[in-house]
């Protein structure tokens, strides 16, 4: 984990001139519209929603020491619709490593979490899912495939039964493979698999999205095994459908969904793809780097780097209906969330860099044939080490954003929060409570 947190700003250090995104003519924005949440040792925003009850719920995870390297807890905010703090837990126990990659309110009121747990560090951990009622009070926690080697999961889904189903991935080899579990409402395994995507790639990031019937729909990264320092960052987009047991319904689309255009990915602390369920299909969206046909080694300065997002919809035969890619998004782009939108199109939301070193979060929003009807970079003052938004929600006439806040200049995690933009991005300004 510490590694891709230091591979990520590598990089955007090595590419700062390579970003087609403006530099900033003018002072970043007053902070006074954001409303802030943290303690000194700092938190990681992983989720950010809107709660059945027209509040928030923030869910991430937390360090329990200043020391770098320490303890982590997951944890889960609700707050009222204004930001005032309703409650705040946080989950896993003193002294262990445990990460929220993931937080989702559930039917019943309640959330459910993803992640993994260890008390040896991040290297043996269990992959890890805690339930919770509307209050924050845990109902259960489980942890699924743990040993010395690893096991993590990314993202969780409810399924129409109320039970849930988390991809990961596990290290019980070097390809990484797939890792999928099936639970009931109570957390029990009803089955456990894992999936080797291609023979000598392994797999990274993975997210899921569940079909009309409880398929199981998984986006995920894939790499060639063994590459040199390089091509570290070469990776592929792939496709994985289950059926409800899975079962495989198509075979790992690698090639065929695909064709032979790969791109370049940043292995960065966050994942790279999303997916999410259409009434006719799926939309798989991913950060990219185009770099022509089949590569045997990068040909740019600025390989590795996200500079584009990338957009197919696949329909529930595997089959590409329609793709789009924007350019221009700046060094490190990267995406933290993707919902559908009340137009039917999409909303995207993530962070970049531009040549300046300026950080943004950024908003696209799409019709429902993924074109882009706006589009939105929104910097932030004093935070310019990581201002990283990690989810957002469309308004009737403004749009609202989590986001990951990092103090200029500091060593650690820094703080997270909310803010408010009208349709063109411009924060509204309020006073901090």
Known sequence: MKFLYFL???SLLFCFSCSKLDVSNQATPSTSGIKFYGDQYGEVLRSFEQTQDGGYMFGGYTSTSNYFGGGREGFIQKSDKSGNVVWYKT???AGLVNIFDVVHQTSDGGFIAAGSTSSNGYYSSLAYLVKT?????????KTFLGDTLGAYFFDVKEMPDHGFAAVGFSNANAENPLLVVKTNQSGDSLWTKQYVVKKNYQTLNASLAIGPNGEIAIASMTQPLHQNLRILSIQYPTFTYLSPNGNLLIPHLIDTIFG??????LRSPVNCEKIISRPDGFIFIFASSPQGPNPNMPTCSNCGISLSITIFKIDFNGNVSWHQTYTGMGSGAVINDAKNNPGGGLLISGSTTD?????YCWLLNTDESG??????FIPIKDYTSW?????AINNDNSMTIGVNLIPNFANHEGFFGFFTTDLNGKIIEKTNQ
């Open 91 to 93: 989950y896993g126990g």
């Open 371 to 376: 074109r882009l009807t706006h589009e939105n």
């Open 133 to 141: 009622d509307k209050y924050g009070e845990k109902i259960w926690e």
């Open 8 to 10: 990520f700003a590598f």
């Open 260 to 265: 032979s255009m790969p791109y370049y990915y």
């Open 355 to 359: 040549a300046a070193g300026i950080n």
């Open 387 to 391: 201002s990283d938004a990690a989810g």
